[in-house]
C-alpha cells in the first residue's frame, strides 16, 4: 500500500499539470463504491464546473482543493493508480473514475482491485477529516519533544501504534519497520517506556527513511507507479524491510526476524533491537 512517500510523489507528479485546471465533466463507471460519499451523482453535480485551485495530501490521501472550498479527498489503497491522458486515448477495464479537463486531457482513475475510495467533502467536513489524523511527519511542527508527548501519553506497543493513523499520519509496514530498525528500538518496545534519546532517535529515523525514500521517488514492491507511470527507486535502498526472514542483517549479520506484531508481519535485528 502506497505509503507518505509515495503518495507525496504521485502528487507531485500531478501538481504542475492540474492545478489551475477546470473539470468540464465527471465520470464514474459501473463500480460507484469507489466514492464513498456523498451519492455518485450529488459528487459529480458538485465537482463539474470546478477549478483545481491547488493539489495537497494529508497523511496516505491525495486532496484536490476546489473553487467552491470543497475538498475532493483520494485514498489509493493497494492498487488504485491516478494518471493523466488524453480524451481520445483507450479506457482499460479498470477505470473506474475520471475527469474531463478544460485543456482536452482526463485525469483517470484505475485500480484492480477496487480498494481505492474518493470523497467529496465540504470545509466543515474536512476539518473534522483533518483532525482526525495525526501530525505529519515532516512538518516542521513535529518536534522531537512533541513526539516524546505523544508516545509518553499513550500506553502501546510502537509497531502497531506507528502505523495508527490518528496517531501519526502516512507511516506504513515499510516506513515503521525501517525507521525502528534504524533508531535500533524493538518493534514490541510500549511508547510510554522510551527514554528521550531514544525517542528523539525514532523521531530523527522516521524523518530520515520517509526524506530518503521521497527523493528516490517511493518504493515499488509491485504495484506502485507514480501518475507518469513510473515505479519508485526506493526498494534496494530500504535496509530490512525488503529482506527474507533469517537473511544476516546489514548491521551486524545477526539472522533477521519475522514477527507478526499487530497482525502485521514486521522484520527487526534481534541484536541491534533488542527488547530490553
Ligand atoms: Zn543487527
Not at 489524523?133 to 513535529?142: A, C, H, N, R
Request: hydrophobic share 30%.
Amino acid at each position: 500500500m502506497p505509503e507518505l512517500p509515495e503518495v507525496e510523489t504521485v502528487r507531485r507528479t500531478l501538481e504542475p499539470h492540474l492545478t489551475g485546471r477546470t473539470v468540464t465533466c465527471t465520470h464514474i463507471g459501473p463500480y460507484d463504491r469507489c466514492v464513498a460519499t456523498p451519492q455518485p451523482d450529488v459528487f459529480c453535480e458538485r465537482i463539474d464546473g470546478q477549478e483545481i485551485t491547488a493539489l495537497g495530501r494529508r497523511g496516505k490521501f491525495i486532496l484536490l482543493r476546489l473553487d467552491s472550498g470543497d475538498v475532493v479527498t483520494i485514498h489509493l489503497r493497494m492498487t488504485g493508480e491516478l494518471s493523466l491522458t488524453d480524451q481520445t486515448a483507450p479506457q482499460g477495464p479498470h477505470l473506474h473514475l475520471w475527469f474531463d479537463l478544460d485543456n482536452g486531457q482526463q485525469l483517470r482513475y484505475n485500480d484492480v482491485r477496487k480498494f481505492g475510495r474518493w470523497s467529496l467533502l465540504t470545509p466543515e467536513q474536512y476539518e473534522l477529516f483533518d483532525q482526525s489524523i495525526g501530525p505529519e511527519p515532516l512538518d516542521p511542527s513535529f518536534t522531537s519533544e512533541r513526539f516524546r508527548k505523544m508516545l509518553h501519553s499513550r500506553r502501546r506497543i510502537l509497531k502497531p501504534l506507528l502505523l495508527d493513523q490518528s496517531f501519526i499520519a502516512g507511516i506504513g509496514n515499510i516506513y515503521a519497520d525501517e525507521a525502528l530498525f534504524q533508531a535500533r528500538i524493538h518493534p514490541q518496545r510500549h511508547s510510554h517506556e522510551l527514554t528521550t534519546d531514544e525517542v528523539s532517535r525514532l523521531h530523527a529515523s522516521i524523518q530520515d527513511v520517509l526524506q530518503s525514500a521521497l527523493r528516490y521517488r517511493g518504493t515499488t514492491l509491485r504495484d506502485y507507479r507514480d501518475a507518469n507511470g513510473e515505479p519508485g527507486e526506493n526498494l534496494s535502498r530500504l535496509r530490512i524491510y525488503s529482506r527474507s526472514p533469517d537473511d544476516p542483517c546489514p548491521e551486524c549479520a545477526t539472522p533477521i526476524v519475522r514477527a507478526v506484531i499487530g497482525q502485521r508481519g514486521t522484520r527487526f535485528c534481534p541484536a541491534c533491537q533488542p527488547i530490553d
